[in-house]
């Protein structure tokens, strides 16, 4: 296949929990750690069955998936035989017992394994079966979790002379002097970073099998069908909340009826010739994950903290956490893996999939890691205007619901509150139009001008009286009180499902326990800064 890498720099380990990349000694920033040569690389177009997926206009995640399938089931006849041999199964919630998906109640990610799996057993009886004869649905499930965890983002090229200018924007088509100048945080695009990560936007938790244009194409349907959601807000035909279907919430956006292969096959580039497809990648993949920053801090979040609130950057704790260990390059027709900080000797240098909290780790890769920074809980809009038409009636959220649709920015139908207990943008402006009084939504127009004048008070009280009621209702979802599940993390195997399901459980919790503090920080001594609107 021509994959090569540093024999004299780095080895490969096998572990417990699957395989890791040591150095044999000590590796230098700019460092070849290893080449992969794009046609070692496994994607729909030049697998056994890439005719069969281009003729059904496949794509995204389906398409590898059923790419990964096929190539499994010819055994050693695969080109890709013995790469796909060597992989360890992710150990996602996807393969766990009912019993043990009960362990992730209340959490961020509760349902979404039944949901992907019922997704699976539709793609498996309409495509899976038709496509790769005598497979059964369990070796389906497995190329998806593989897909899941292992997938990268690899570019395609055009053959046309028309598309040879290159966008050296594009993630992992990057220069040399540029990767090796990054070493920080504002090296978003450089790290292996794996594919899924684009199925997380800001914190959203999506499948792990996510491709909107098929297994899920008829309950968007028949949302779009029953419920306004651009003028009208979240509102159905008959007044009523439009109610979530499979995991999926309520959004102020308008769902747009998209073509399956326009959304999903990404036949369409916007940059001149270069196309991103998910590609599995030899030896990339065996680089484990590091918490580390990837992405320029979030440029406004809503913080309490001591006697007041404030507008700051979501640091995270970046200052404290490790630099970028590897970046990768297009060479020609190769990808390049290098190291982009030093590595000493016996010391396993890692990978870094993407600031992703526990629930994403757990979802797509079958691990957490303890004191994650970038953790997350997530409040459903249809939660939130729940709670405010009980105070104040459905006419009122109606009414204000149309104009945050006009105002708000890439709303998906949930928010995010993070590690720190900071709020995004988005949410802090609906809240503060939610529980805008009748004299001050008057006067508000669609503009930042007059968004900015709502929020300069901060988090009205009546805003942190409904965060502090869906807290509340929050944390009596989960299956144990936090002080039962510190108890109970004690004594369970490290490692184990039941471990991970602890470790998520707790995170989210301690979040939602620090919100419920908002109270007692907002008193009539709170000290409040003028608030600064300002890009994601």
């Given amino acids: 296949m021509g994959v090569t890498w540093n024999r004299e720099g780095i080895e490969f380990v096998t572990r417990t929990n699957g395989f890791g990349v040591v150095a044999k000694r000590d590796v230098d920033a700019g460092e070849t750690l290893a080449r992969v040569p794009m046609d070692a690389c496994l994607t729909a177009k030049n697998c056994c069955v890439a005719e069969q997926i281009a003729s059904r206009k496949l794509g995204g995640g389906l398409a590898l998936s059923v790419a990964i399938a096929a190539e499994r089931a010819r055994g050693k006849a695969s080109k890709w035989y013995e790469y796909l041999?060597?992989?360890?199964?992710?150990?996602?919630?996807?393969?766990?017992?009912?019993?043990?998906?009960?362990?992730?109640?209340?959490?961020?990610?509760?349902?979404?394994?039944?949901?992907?799996?019922?997704?699976?057993?539709?793609?498996?009886?309409?495509?899976?079966?038709?496509?790769?004869?005598?497979?059964?649905?369990?070796?389906?499930?497995?190329?998806?979790?593989?897909?899941?965890?292992?997938?990268?983002?690899?570019?395609?090229?055009?053959?046309?002379?028309?598309?040879?200018?290159?966008?050296?924007?594009i993630p992992n088509r990057i220069d040399r002097d540029e990767a090796l100048s990054v070493g920080n945080a504002d090296g978003c695009s450089l790290p292996l970073q794996n594919l899924n990560c684009d199925f997380k936007q800001q914190g959203k938790i999506a499948g792990a099998y996510s491709h909107p244009g098929l297994a899920s194409s008829s309950q968007t349907a028949d949302m779009r069908a029953n419920s306004k959601c651009t003028d009208q807000g979240i509102y159905a035909e008959d007044g009523s909340l439009a109610e979530p279907e499979n995991g999926m919430g309520s959004s102020l956006s308008d769902y747009d009826q998209?073509?399956?292969?326009?959304?999903?096959?990404?036949?369409?580039?916007?940059?001149?010739?270069?196309?991103?497809?998910?590609?599995?990648?030899?030896?990339?993949?065996?680089?484990?994950?590091?918490?580390?920053?990837?992405?320029?801090?979030?440029?406004?979040?809503?913080?309490?903290?001591?006697?007041?609130?404030?507008?700051?950057?979501?640091?995270?704790?970046?200052?404290?956490?490790?630099?970028?260990?590897?970046?990768?390059?297009?060479?020609?027709?190769?990808?390049?893996?290098?190291?982009?900080?030093?590595?000493?000797?016996?010391?396993?240098?890692?990978?870094?999939?993407?600031?992703?909290?526990?629930?994403?780790?757990?979802?797509?890769?079958?691990?957490?890691?303890?004191?994650?920074?970038?953790?997350?809980?997530?409040?459903?809009?249809?939660?939130?205007?729940?709670?405010?038409?009980?105070?104040?009636?459905?006419?009122?959220?109606?009414?204000?619901?149309?104009?945050?649709?006009?105002?708000?920015?890439?709303?998906?139908?949930?928010?995010?509150?993070?590690?720190?207990?900071?709020?995004?943008?988005?949410l802090h402006i609906l809240l503060e139009l939610l529980h805008a009084p009748e004299e001050v939504f008057a006067t508000l127009e669609p503009t930042e001008e007059s968004i900015n004048a709502l929020l300069e008070g901060g988090l009205s009280k009546e805003s942190v009286d409904t965060l502090m009621k869906i807290a509340k209702s929050q944390l009596n979802c989960y299956p144990h009180s936090f002080q039962e599940d510190v108890e109970l993390f004690e004594t369970v195997k490290a490692g184990s499902r039941l471990h991970h399901a602890l470790v998520l459980r707790m995170s989210e919790k301690r979040i939602w326990k620090q919100v419920l503090s908002y109270d007692s920080l907002h008193g009539s001594q709170v000290k409040r800064r003028k608030l600064e609107i300002q890009g994601h």
Wanted: glycine letters at 8%; charged letters at 30%.
């Fill in 85 to 169: 041999n060597a992989m360890e199964m992710p150990d996602v919630p996807l393969r766990w017992k009912p019993e043990e998906l009960e362990e992730l109640t209340g959490t961020t990610i509760d349902g979404l394994a039944s949901r992907d799996a019922s997704h699976i057993r539709e793609d498996y009886d309409n495509i899976f079966r038709e496509v790769i004869p005598n497979i059964d649905q369990t070796h389906a499930l497995e190329a998806v979790c593989l897909f899941s965890s292992r997938a990268f983002g690899a570019s395609a090229r055009r053959n046309d002379a028309e598309t040879s200018d290159r966008n050296a924007s």
């Fill in 258 to 426: 998209v073509s399956y292969d326009e959304e999903e096959s990404g036949s369409d580039s916007e940059d001149g010739g270069v196309e991103q497809e998910e590609a599995m990648v030899p030896i990339a993949d065996m680089f484990n994950h590091r918490v580390a920053a990837v992405n320029p801090p979030p440029q406004y979040h809503v913080v309490m903290e001591g006697a007041g609130q404030f507008v700051r950057e979501g640091t995270a704790g970046r200052e404290r956490l490790p630099q970028l260990q590897i970046g990768i390059l297009e060479e020609d027709d190769t990808l390049v893996i290098v190291a982009l900080a030093p590595a000493l000797l016996g010391s396993e240098i890692w990978n870094t999939y993407g600031e992703l909290g526990n629930a994403d780790l757990l979802n797509r890769y079958g691990f957490t890691a303890s004191h994650n920074p970038f953790d997350t809980v997530c409040i459903q809009m249809e939660d939130l205007v729940h709670q405010v038409e009980e105070r104040f009636g459905k006419r009122w959220c109606r009414r204000r619901t149309r104009l945050a649709a006009r105002v708000l920015e890439d709303v998906d139908g949930s928010f995010d509150i993070y590690g720190d207990v900071s709020l995004e943008k988005n």
